[in-house]
């Protein structure tokens, strides 16, 4: 009986010494680390577009450079007027532009050149400015070898700087224009040309002209000289009658010409085409020059 007594004594001692020896290895066991929490990020970066896409950019429409030359053809071709924008002279030839001679357009200091309209050999008409900016009318009946002020301003297509006006405005940003007693064609800062019959009273709607860069007056309508064009190297004409514009010509290759630096104007057979350092005329309507 004490021996079974003593045996469940030790028995019971030793599962509380296991429980007490499990309990002290629990307690001294470190706590398994928390996952420590990703940084808060300071910014926000877009994710990279694996293939991006450029955006598109707009293009710029064609623009017309405001002209720097004029040119007039009689009629009858007996006179051909020309000048430099701002220029205190008149260039004339009687001899189809083969030779050129000048004239100072007035004594009045100051003056500059805007406008001129060879109407015939007895009758030419150039507009200018004074030094006050104020539009005066000088008139030539002598193929502009002489000129003589004119205090006739009727007609008068010119005011300030190179602007067209009539009973009615013209329908686009003018840079440019030709006149002849009551026609006239202007040219329009987006290579368009808009072109009145009655002295600006009404307009036609403008039409556009791929390198439009100078306009001009014929017996039958307008002739436009274009330079820039992707298929020449120089500057090439198109006939606007009566709103419908024709093929372009021949070109006559200028490959360093300044689109500014172009004037054209035709009479009855011919066209006139004054560019860069050449002045060139064509006998069939632009289709070659000489």
Aim: charged content about 15%; overall charge negative.
């Amino acid at each position: 009986m004490s021996r079974l007594l003593v045996g469940l004594l030790l028995g019971v001692l030793a599962v509380i010494a296991v429980a007490i020896t499990i309990l002290a290895v629990l307690a001294t066991r470190p706590s398994p680390a928390s996952p420590e929490a990703p940084p808060v990020p300071t910014s926000l970066q877009p994710t990279p577009d694996p293939d991006p896409t450029p955006s598109p950019t707009a293009t710029a429409s064609p623009a017309s450079a405001p002209p720097q030359r004029l040119l007039s053809v009689s009629e009858d071709e007996g006179v051909l007027l020309r000048a430099r924008i701002d220029a205190d002279v008149v260039e004339y030839s009687s001899d189809g532009g083969a030779s050129w001679e000048t004239a100072p357009v007035s004594a009045v200091p100051g003056a500059a050149v805007r406008a001129l309209d060879a109407l015939d050999p007895t009758a030419s008409r150039a507009v200018y400015l004074d030094a006050d900016g104020e539009a005066l009318v000088a008139r030539s009946f002598v193929g502009g070898a002489q000129w003589q002020d004119d205090p006739d301003q009727s007609g008068l297509w010119l005011v300030g700087s190179s602007l067209v006006v009539g009973a009615q405005a013209p329908p686009c940003d003018a840079v440019g224009f030709a006149v002849s007693g009551a026609r006239g064609a202007v040219l329009c800062a987006d290579q368009r040309v808009a072109v009145s019959e009655d002295a600006g009273a009404s307009w036609a709607e403008p039409v556009a002209v791929p390198g439009a860069a100078a306009v001009g007056l014929t017996p039958e309508g307008v002739v436009v000289a274009s330079a820039a064009e992707p298929e020449c190297a120089g500057v090439r004409t198109r006939t606007l009658i009566a709103g419908t514009l024709g093929d372009p010509g021949a070109c006559l290759e200028l490959p360093t010409l300044d689109p500014a630096q172009i004037a054209v104007a035709g009479g009855t057979g011919s066209l006139s085409l004054w560019a860069g350092d050449r002045f060139a005329r064509s006998t069939d309507g632009g289709a070659s020059w000489g």
